[in-house]
């Protein structure tokens, strides 16, 4: 059976009611006019009734359409009335509907996305003016101390300098992570894919953070002895970052006299995965989904009073990413946190 397209459906079933309102007019008139017009006439005279009744009343619902649809684009500002075409005036309202959700849908999904980044760009411009804010005000303190007449005494001047220095420090730690963060997200990163043994690597990064470790007193090991080195492919000198920004987070926030392990485990044919584990307060589970997020920490004051730009997380995630591998994290507060990530087996 010949199934005719639902956007006819409406102007068919009007065709039908005018033509069989014609053909009944058309039948008491029958014995008076079928000895002048034979009944072939007849019949194609009805067929060419219901034709053109077919196409007006397809037109003049469509256009009627047409113009309800482009009155509604013009009184809502936010939809385009050249975005109207005129095939979608049809007289299949359920196809009109579907059209219409969807497109609210997607301006629906527009306008949230423009918020949350309307939100995002808020919040960062208060952390960065809040993180720059900070040691500039320390480092001018220090300097306005030293200008009043503090730096006549040798001993005061000294310290003051060294603290101001720190200041400074802190301020070029920022500046550089911030300069990385807009490097990664804007350029792109670029990876230098080689081979390396990283047991070796991370040997080096316990030897580069040892005097840190030390003054927390916090032991940093691997988990085991390794007989024979284990080689991988990446950008070594992106990856020594990411070892050290998660030792340097687990020195910071391990507890004083604790212990920070890593470890290289098999993930899986294909990759290894290096895990970094500390023995600190570990994390509440309210804080896992925003960790990585630029400037989030976890305590405010205590996070401050450890130092660092509050960006280490988020450039570890870039890098880690930018090697098409994962980052994982598990925390139990009270217990400890562990960062692993993958990486590819050298073959």
Do not use: C
Request: aromatic share 10%; net charge positive; glycine share 6%.
């Amino acid at each position: 059976m010949l199934k005719l397209k639902k956007t006819y459906t409406y102007a068919l079933w009007s065709s039908i009611y005018l033509t069989l309102l014609s053909v009944g007019i058309a039948a008491i008139s029958y014995f008076f006019i079928s000895q002048q017009l034979g009944v072939i006439t007849i019949i194609i005279s009805v067929i060419s009734l219901f034709l053109i009744s077919f196409f007006i009343t397809q037109y003049r619902a469509e256009h009627f359409i047409y113009r309800r649809l482009k009155k509604i684009y013009e009184d809502v500002s936010i939809l385009n009335v050249n975005d109207l075409k005129r095939e979608t005036a049809t007289t299949d309202i359920d196809k009109i509907s579907k059209k219409m959700e969807k497109f609210v849908e997607g301006k629906r999904l527009e306008i949230k996305s423009l918020t949350e980044r309307d939100s995002f760009r808020r919040d960062f411009l208060g952390n960065v003016a809040h993180e720059l804010k900070t040691p500039l005000f320390t480092v001018q303190g220090y300097i306005l101390t030293l200008l009043e007449g503090a730096v006549n005494d040798k001993q005061i001047r000294m310290k003051y300098l060294d603290r101001a220095n720190k200041g400074v420090e802190r301020l070029v730690a920022v500046v550089k992570d911030l300069d990385m963060i807009a490097k990664l997200e804007n350029d792109g990163l670029e990876i230098n894919i080689e081979v390396f043994n990283i047991l070796e690597l991370i040997q080096n990064v316990f030897d580069l953070l040892e005097m840190k470790a030390k003054k927390r007193n916090i032991s940093i090991r691997f988990d085991r002895i390794y007989e024979f080195p284990l080689f991988v492919k990446g950008d070594i000198e992106k990856i020594e970052q990411v070892l050290i920004n998660l030792v340097v987070n687990s020195i910071k926030y391990g507890k004083p006299n604790g212990t920070t392990i890593v470890g290289v485990e098999s993930h899986n044919s294909q990759k290894f995965i290096i895990k970094v584990i500390d023995d600190g307060e570990g994390i509440k589970k309210i804080h896992l989904p925003r960790l990585f997020e630029r400037f989030y920490r976890v305590d405010q004051s205590r996070s401050r009073e450890q130092g660092g730009s509050g960006l280490g997380l988020s450039i570890v995630k870039h890098i880690v990413e930018a090697h098409d591998e994962n980052i994982f994290l598990k925390s139990t507060y009270g217990k400890g946190s562990e960062f692993s990530f993958t990486l590819e087996k050298a073959r």
